[in-house]
């Protein structure tokens, strides 16, 4: 197969995804919608997995991890109402394809990753697609980046027993938290909006994550 048709079989492949398992289950954002049919979403996968990059469920990415299905982000992204100039907290950064989004719809992106060789290969992987906007590093996530706050949005992209205190107090007034919350077989997604100091709670979505593994999150084994 020659270049040209492999990248016209994979665009396609990628315009399917968001027309068959993101618009038309209802999900609006445009600027969203732009995000996911240009960000390779295969080139964020092992080579293994290179043929289900543009199916809907979750793929592993390495070290227990998985990027998320693809209507899972679409909704944490649009859900966080993104309109260009927010700087933005990534918690949990995986593969960096969730990360090239957020580089897509805002300003500037902070992500945080617990595990040194997903932040160094996602790093390296985001530099050569050109993201210029994003700054990847080592931590705890559960702790957020207190350094670069406060932000305009926080998404978590793992399980946390509640909504940890440090993302909640680091997110500037108005803006919004997007984190699934709950035990081990079933979270609940939830959206946080900051009013008047306070975390102001609607629930989104049923939703299975990986575990939250900080200090404001779950122990190592949950």
């Known amino acids: 197969m020659s ?25 609006r954002d445009q600027r969203v919608l732009a995000a996911m049919t240009k960000v390779p979403r295969h080139l964020f996968v092992d080579d293994e997995y290179q043929a289900q990059a543009y199916e809907d469920h979750p793929i592993p990415i390495g070290e227990g991890q998985t990027v998320s299905q693809p209507l899972i982000v679409a909704l944490m992204l649009e859900a966080l109402s993104l309109a260009g100039p927010e700087t933005v907290l990534e918690v949990g950064t995986g593969s960096g394809y969730q990360t090239a989004l957020l580089a897509e719809l805002a300003q500037q992106v902070y992500s945080v990753e617990r595990l040194p060789e997903l932040a160094r290969s996602a790093a390296a992987r985001l530099e050569s697609l050109g993201y210029g906007n994003v700054s990847v590093s080592v931590g705890d996530g559960s702790l957020g980046l207190s350094e670069k706050a406060p932000f305009d949005a926080i998404v978590v992209s793992a399980a946390a027993p509640q909504i940890p205190q440090a993302l909640l107090e680091q ?30 709670i609607a629930n989104l979505e049923g939703c299975r994550f990986v575990p939250l593994i900080g200090q404001q999150g779950y122990e190592e084994g949950w």
């Open 3 to 27: 270049m040209d048709v492999q990248t016209d079989r994979l665009t396609a492949l990628r315009q399917s995804m968001v027309n068959d398992q993101v618009h038309a289950r209802g999900v």
């Open 171 to 200: 997110l500037r007034e108005g803006g919004r938290l997007v984190v699934p919350v709950g035990p081990a077989h079933a979270q609940e997604l939830q959206l946080v909006r900051k009013q008047q100091g306070r975390a102001v």
